[in-house]
């Protein structure tokens, strides 16, 4: 149980280190080009920060599968694209707020999905 809570306390920790860097870099560059474009851009730039992270502090026991990581990171990608575009485009929510929600959702499916299918525990 603790180390469960100690995982998510890292995982937690990295989103906040990766949304720190990437979230500023999508607000900056959506206000220069379309805010699905900055997304585009950002987003794989996150996911490799994101890997290198996860791999070294909190899935550092689990045998880590690159392959599938990104899968998974494919996945995030597009819900965070689709909910941004939803919320901006039906909502009428601003591209800001609509990211940060997507950002939220898809750092919820990503660590469950990351837990399950990246990273492993080795055997």
């Given at each position: 149980?603790?180390?469960?809570?100690?995982?998510?306390a890292?995982?937690?920790?990295?989103?906040?280190?990766?949304?720190?860097?990437?979230?500023?870099?999508?607000?900056?560059?959506?206000?220069?080009?379309?805010?699905?474009?900055?997304?585009?851009?950002?987003?794989?730039?996150?996911?490799?920060?994101?890997?290198?992270?996860?791999?070294?502090?909190?899935?550092?026991?689990?045998?880590?599968?690159?392959?599938?990581?990104?899968?998974?990171?494919?996945?995030?990608?597009?819900?965070?694209?689709?909910?941004?575009?939803?919320?901006?485009?039906?909502?009428?929510?601003?591209?800001?707020?609509s990211?940060?929600?997507?950002?939220?959702?898809?750092f919820?499916?990503?660590?469950?999905?990351?837990?399950?299918?990246?990273?492993?525990?080795?055997?």
């Amino acid at each position: 149980m603790f180390q469960s809570i100690k995982k998510i306390a890292k995982y937690l920790f990295n989103g906040i280190i990766n949304t720190s860097i990437t979230y500023p870099s999508f607000i900056i560059l959506s206000d220069i080009i379309d805010y699905r474009l900055a997304i585009s851009i950002i987003f794989p730039l996150g996911a490799l920060l994101s890997y290198f992270m996860n791999k070294k502090l909190v899935f550092k026991k689990e045998k880590g599968n690159m392959m599938i990581f990104f899968i998974v990171i494919t996945i995030m990608y597009l819900t965070n694209l689709s909910i941004t575009w939803i919320l901006v485009e039906f909502g009428e929510v601003s591209k800001e707020i609509s990211q940060a929600v997507a950002i939220f959702i898809a750092f919820i499916g990503g660590y469950l999905l990351n837990k399950k299918f990246s990273f492993k525990k080795v055997l």
